[in-house]
């Protein structure tokens, strides 16, 4: 099982599934999104990781992929964009968290 803390804005909050983002996710289903085109770090990353233990089916064979907190959180940042942010980020949320654990 690998956990990550929580979705990003424009990769797992906009495809549904844990760690794609929407060009890899387009590239290798064919499935379309209307959206953001992103391309994140984190997802090319694992793709490599993929290919390296033998192909997207192999790996999904042998692991689970979700989140800790499957939220997308957004904030905004001092210069006013909405940027993507970890329920441990915030102290309410991450208490209700806790709370809820």
Known sequence: ??????????????????????????????IFINAFGANKRSS???????EKYGGRQKFYK??????????????INLKGNWVNCNYYENAALKNVYILLS
Do not use: W
Request: aromatic residues 12%.
């Open 44 to 50: 090319s990353f694992l793709y490599e990781v993929m």
């Open 1 to 30: 099982m690998i956990l990550g803390s929580s979705p990003a804005q424009r990769g797992t909050a906009l495809t549904g599934v844990p760690f794609e983002d929407v060009n890899h996710l387009q590239e290798d289903t064919g």
């Open 62 to 75: 042998q692991f689970y992929m979700n989140f800790v907190c499957p939220l997308g959180i957004e904030k």
